[in-house]
């Protein structure tokens, strides 16, 4: 709105009313009839879902590619077409076919590196072509040697930015690599391509055999199907059958190579991580063998030298090499928790299910087989492999026969012909599918079915599952009969038995209600035959109650579960007054606990709590708390977990149990908090420690928590409360000496502190607590230096659990932080931490979000102590690679990042009575911080560390030429262009407050420059920022009403701060008209 009357611009630079009639009548069709009142006219198709698309040519000659070039790097990135939804309207009235992609879309790819790398090529190509026509050989080989290339490393990642994303997006990328390692070597493809994508599925087929992760195959038309879970998700893919290939001509193979390019890229990534994940060596190595040994014994070679390894991979019949070698007794225990909303019949359905599942994966383990040359060897290895078998081939058909025909041992030959001419006695000859057939059903299905010259049964799809009302087919009804475990025989038979089995269902279905009756009908006929302190049973009876070896009566009720109160009222009336026999009762108890499986032992741990729970009653019973309690450390090296489990729920309930654990913590807290195997059985230690606190406000917070590295703050204890608190406490405060004796990564992995750590930062509740571990303050010391510190170890958590206790105890506790800074040993090394900025890998960046703000934080709550400290610190190496290497990734470790900007704060801040040396060292850190960030930040991506930075440390105009000096002004233009492009075409308003302080700091630098213009490395510096005059124009596209008012006021603020420009001459105005203009609508 420039005056009182209202214009309207016709394009044409002339201005007349909008109420007069200009032009003819198809000028006027091209135009809106209405005029918004107080704005501009609006043209059709320039607003809306029209301006929300673009053609294919039109996006073509934005980006300045050709047509492959183009379609190529959509492929690549991901980029695909898109049909609006008003197809007319996009189209500007027209109804022609045109291909439309999204506008964000294709100015997604602008700045996209690879679209030089396809310039270059096309350089090079042009140059190469006229090398020739010149016969300019030397030329020729120079541009050989120098051809470009490019990778694609950087899209993979940004396609996936996570490893489950890229192994859920794996099918077509497998069925892609499956089908060009099959085509033959000719024209039609690159043979690199090829042998890349042979190596590649070969080494993912490795993987699946190793992980045994198959799960279904199919054998259809196209091909073998096949399906695999990888990393918990289902990964479907199809191989081609091995056959010669006829290239047909309807087939574009430079789209389809585009697509390999990017998926070979992409399952490399795959495969590494696979293989980490199961310590795997990568490049897969063959276990036990050297590639010397991979030839045949005799006759010819049957590869080259630089092949033979790659074919006895290809073989599938060798077992890869580890890393390391397996140690049973580190392998984790799973812990089993339920899931919210689910009930107990899923629960039971989902055990089943994984008990399934694992029994499938051991389906022909023990199992020999022997291939014959005509059936397809390379499916059938890979299947046999997969479940556990062993498999082998004449070795005149193939590299990586492990044993011959004549084999002793061999169980099944495989065989796909009539007759079998000569057959070994005790061997089966089954023809292929049953291999297949088996594994879908989960079993070995019987063999008379499969043998030589039989007619196959049908070959059912896994993939297929029939609900209910489903026609479910005869053979299918036969297979689900023999999962089942039922054998399958006619109709007429199950119908003749019908009446049989549902009587039998009855009699099982009331069998435990009529055993539940005996049992209280037996306990109250033994009640009922006392006389006074004895019992007038016949000896018969008291024979048949008690008599045999291990109390048979007794344990095989309690063992099946039946009527367990009744079975402990039994137990009562039959040791009353009897003490002896109530020993042996509870020794029976414990015998049966440590032979039985933890399911199983589940009714006798809860007939002892029935046990423990008696109190009072009629007199003569015996102490079952104290005979319990003397037998409960006997079993439990026998079922740990289980045990202390018990007694977690005991100590809260039973005094004598309370004291009796409490009492004894000197001869299992260590035992089992710190140097059992398992990790289950450390947490249960752990929440028995809990429960020795008598509080239940305690109690519930520690097992609410999601994290345990949490102090309990705020919570009222009593003084009894808190005398068992500080016992419990002083115990694990005094085992830090020996908590060094678990540290080494190789033999006791890297958790076992963990509880151990979590439970003793959660009992930090006051300052008392704090200041009872000051005498134990070396012994930390000696626990986390050098055995935590320095090992190369990616994630330790024992490492993390360690530095959250040390943080806690000294936060808001002087007295603990003075220990660190007086002792010179501590403050020379506290600085050595290994840390890993595998910025990619989820797993240690989840790591370091933890670990990372504990340790930065002690080491701030020292500098805010020691000023000597502080100067030290900030002079290290590490602290500078923290500056350099985690500061730019503010959204992955904000934690970190915060804690080592105030120790940023703290190492530039001066005091009074500061000596010129100490000046001098604030003035050379602040040189080479920024001095680093210029050289490393990306200002695309990393304004938010930028800006926090320099924020800090420009305070004098020194620090802020030094920017100007080393390409500053152009490293925060490209933040403010990344800025400007997601607030003003964006519309991202939580970016506001961001451009308000890049501005300040802009306004800030450019001033600092004004008195030395005349200075030659200043005027040199502001000529190379040739961006200027761009800025110039974003800064006017944030004057208008929508912008908040701080924003306004920074860019009118900038816009009255000349800007230099060539020859020492400066653009002074920006009209100033225009300013009082912006300033006057800002009123």
Known sequence: VLGATTRTCLGDGAYRSPHVSVGSDDEKRGFSASVVMGG????????????????????????????????????LKGIYPHEPKHKKKVNKGSTAARTFYLLKDIKFLLHEPIVNKFREYKVFVRKLRKAYGKSEWNSVERLKDNKPGYRLDHIVKERYPTFIDAVRDLDDALSMCFLFSTFPRTGKCHVQ???????????????????????????????????????????????????????????????????????????????????????????????????????????????????????????LSASLARVVAPNPEDEAEVDEFPVEGESTEQEEARQKEQEALEKQKKLFEGLRFFLNREVPREPLAFVIRCFGGEVSWDKSLCIGATYDVKDPTITHQIVDRPNIKEQVIGRYYIQPQWVFDSVNARLCLPVADYFVGVMLPPHLSPFVTEKDGDYIPPEKMKLLALQRGEEPGEESEEEEEEEEDILSLAEEKYRPAALEKMIALIALLVEQSRSERHLTLSQNDMAALTGGKGFPFLFQHIRDGINIRQTCNLIFSLCRYNNRLAEHIVSMLFTSIAKLTPEAANPFFKLLTMLMEFAGGPPGMPPFASYILQRIWEVIEYNPSQCLDWLAVQTPRNKLAHSWVLQNMENWVERFLLAHNYPRVRTSAAYLLVSLIPSNSFRQMFRSTRSLHIPTRDLPLSPDTTVVLHQVYNVLLGLLSRAKLYVDAAVHGTTKLVPYFSFMTYCLISKTEKLMFSTYFMDLWNLFQPKLSEPAIATNHNKQALLSFWYNVCVDCPENVRLIVQNPVVTKNIAFNYILADHDDQDVVLFNRGMLPAYYGILRLCCEQSPAFTRQLASHQNIQWAFKNLTPHASQYPGAVEELFNLMQLFVAQRPDMREEELEDIKQFKKTTISCYLRCLDGRSCWTTLISAFRILLETDEDRLLVVFNRGLILMTESFNTLHMMYHEATACHVTGDLVELLSIFLSVL???????????????????????????????????????????????????PIPIQGGRVLITFFSKFSVSALTAQE
Not at 54 to 73: E, G, V
Not at 271 to 298: C, D, M, T, W
Not at 1007 to 1030: C, F
Request: charged share 25%.
């Open 1007 to 1057: 001033k600092s420059t004004r008195p030395y213009l005349q200075r030659k490395d200043v005027k040199q510096a502001l000529i190379q920022w040739q961006e200027r005059i761009e800025f110039a124009h974003k800064l006017l596209t944030l004057l208008n009403s929508y912008s908040p008012p701080e924003l306004r006021n920074a860019c009118i603020g900038k816009m009255h701060h």
């Open 40 to 75: 501009l006219e609006k043209k059709k198709y320039e607003r809306g879902s029209a301006t929300n698309y673009i053609t294919r040519n039109k996006a073509r000659k934005k980006l300045q590619l050709s047509l492959p070039d183009f379609r190529r790097l959509c492929i």
């Open 193 to 315: 391509m090829i042998q890349l994508c042979r190596r590649l599925t070969v080494e993912f087929l490795n993987y699946v055999i190793a992980a045994r992760a198959l799960r279904k195959v199919f054998l259809s038309i196209k091909g073998i199907y096949y399906q695999a879970e990888v990393m918990g998700q289902l990964v479907t893919w199809i191989t081609p059958y091995a056959f010669s290939h006829n290239h047909p001509t309807d087939v574009d193979y430079r789209v389809m190579a585009t697509f390999t390019e990017f998926y070979t890229t992409l399952l490399g990534f795959v495969n590494f991580r696979l293989y980490q994940s199961l310590n795997l060596h990568y490049p897969p190595k063959i276990e036990g063998q050297a590639a010397v040994e991979l030839k045949p014994e005799e006759g010819e070679p049957y590869a080259l030298d630089s092949e033979s390894y790659m074919e006895k991979l290809s073989a």
